[in-house]
């Protein structure tokens, strides 16, 4: 019997731990399966344990291994891709992936919808000209654009001179019912040497790498020592997470002295409980779209402190959910930790004042239920091209 229903390819770079890759893992979870159907394409790697959070048995993952440099020896692949899966939507993500949306045109894919959800560290504020110009070479081929945050939103229409016509902003949402606050406090973490009542823990979740900047909560975080006072005894820092920093963060942990206050966690797949065993949430990003991490950790209850770089400031609302500071600056950022370090009521005003803002504001299901209604609405305007030709 043949599924009718039009087929969603999710086009990433690489599908593993991100928060890129979660929110699409949250879209085919969460959107109606009546309406789509959906496979996930990376051009690099799937990785199965990854794979393994969707949790519809109807979706397809393909890995292209592609080999570094430009994905135009890659043109050929996904064009017979393309060809024998018959898409109606090709939805790309990020300037990595945008090159495939050229084979999807040649092989006739209605839609093609390009996500820009942030930058790397290469190009933090998308000032590079090389960048732009190829976002705009691409331009053509691009049917819809879908900007995560007005910061990004303006970027496309004012340096890459997409028509407004042609952008719809969606943020990211969060799963409020699996990221919620404590009952009563912090709560034990499995295998944290930190779970004394006593203790304050500052934390973060996010891979170890340049564009996460964890170095510089390393420095951060020894440099409050020294500016929360008598609560400074009992500051302990927790970095959930790994990648290609982890060496780079050992280092400064070593060189800052505070090796029995600073626990690297690794990995972790209980990301909810993470948060829920930490007391102040600290996101030293260089560059973002609009963070997951940030949602996840407001929605638990936790006052944030994060850099003020891309959509951080459409989320943090200084001196109501948290703190904003400017990014590679320790100083500013252990200003911020010992206040609230030191403030125990002003962290649970500000955490909950978070919860309040998501729930109304950053729900999942209102995210879910954007991309649908714009997948629908781009598929009927394909569709009025069509006979109008």
Request: aromatic fraction near 6%.
């Amino acid at each position: 019997m043949v599924d009718e229903r039009p087929l969603v390819m999710h086009l990433v770079f690489s599908f593993d731990v991100g928060g890129l890759e979660n929110g699409i893992v949250n879209l085919i979870n969460r959107m109606d399966p009546a309406l789509f159907r959906h496979m996930v394409v990376a051009l690099s790697h799937c990785s199965p344990g990854f794979c393994s959070r969707v949790q519809r048995d109807d979706v397809e993952f393909i890995s292209l291994e592609k080999a570094p440099g430009h994905g135009v020896k890659l043109y050929p692949k996904l064009y017979s891709l393309f060809k024998q899966y018959r898409p109606s939507i090709v939805h790309s993500r990020n300037l990595a992936a945008l090159e495939a949306v050229v084979p999807a045109r040649a092989a006739g894919v209605p839609v093609r919808i390009h996500g820009e959800h942030g930058w790397d560290v290469s190009d933090p504020g998308g000032t590079r000209v090389r960048y732009r110009l190829m976002r705009r070479l691409y331009r053509p081929f691009v049917s819809h654009y879908v900007a995560l945050s007005a910061h990004l939103a303006d970027y496309l229409v004012e340096h890459v001179h997409v028509p407004e016509s042609r952008l719809t902003r969606i943020c990211n949402g969060v799963d409020t019912t699996r990221f919620h606050a404590a009952t009563e406090g912090r709560e034990l973490l499995e295998g944290s040497p930190f779970n004394a009542s006593d203790l304050t823990v500052v934390g973060t979740v996010g891979r170890l790498q340049a564009v996460k900047d964890q170095v510089t909560l390393v420095r951060a975080f020894a440099l409050s020592r020294s500016l929360a006072g008598a609560a400074s005894d009992k500051l302990r820092l927790c970095i959930a997470g790994d990648g290609p920093l982890r060496r780079e963060v050992e280092e400064e942990i070593v060189r800052a002295g505070v090796g029995s206050q600073v626990w690297l966690a690794g990995t972790r797949g209980d990301v909810p409980d993470v948060m829920r065993g930490l007391d102040l949430f600290v996101l030293p990003s260089r560059a973002e779209g609009i963070s997951n991490t940030i949602l996840e950790a407001m929605a638990t209850g936790l006052a944030v402190i994060a850099t003020n770089v891309g959509g951080n400031a459409e989320l943090v609302l200084p001196g109501e959910t948290g703190a904003l500071v400017p990014a590679g600056d320790p100083a500013a950022m252990s200003e911020a930790i010992a206040q609230y370090a030191a403030d125990g009521a002003l962290r649970r005003e500000h955490g909950l004042a978070g919860r309040l803002r998501v729930e109304s504001e950053f729900s999942l299901d209102g995210m879910v239920e954007r991309y649908a209604s714009l997948y629908q609405s781009q598929l009927e305007a394909a569709c009025a091209r069509r006979a109008a030709v």
